[in-house]
Nanobody, 124 residues
Framework: QVQLVESGGGLVQAGDSLRLSCAAS????????MGWFRQAPGKEREFVAA????????YYADSMKGRFTISRDGTKNTVALQMTSLKPADTAIYYC?????????????????WGQGTQVTVSS
């Protein structure tokens, strides 16, 4: 089992930056990839970014590329999502996820372990 706890959400203004963090515990040695997803009110959960734990290779949704940066810290077992130039459309609950396999890097179905989510609200 892998436990994930997100932090760093909050209320910001359009154009601001925000850094989310996800702390992993448990059988973290078995993790292959970790990712961030988000779910806006009335919408389906969507992929944001992912990182391969061992290599640090990163993957992004096209709409987030250039504004969001995912990174991992192996010594602390954490994954961060640095978000810049935030827009009201970025308002959502952001979820951290992890899985032992390489399949489904950009799909919800590719992740077994999920955090409880952290709210990000961007005001105009």
């Amino acid at each position: 089992q892998v436990q994930l706890v997100e932090s760093g959400g909050g209320l910001v203004q359009a154009g601001d930056s925000l850094r989310l963090s996800c702390a992993a515990s448990g059988r973290t040695f078995s993790v292959y990839k970790m990712g961030w997803f988000r779910q806006a009110p009335g919408k389906e959960r969507e992929f944001v970014a992912a990182v391969v734990w061992s290599s640090g290779s990163t993957y992004y949704a096209d709409s987030m590329k250039g504004r969001f940066t995912i990174s991992r810290d192996g010594t602390k077992n954490t994954v961060a999502l640095q978000m810049t130039s935030l827009k009201p459309a970025d308002t959502a609950i952001y979820y951290c996820a992890a899985d032992r396999e390489s399949r489904g890097m950009r799909q919800e179905e590719g992740y077994t372990y999920w955090g409880q989510g952290t709210q990000v609200t961007v005001s105009s």
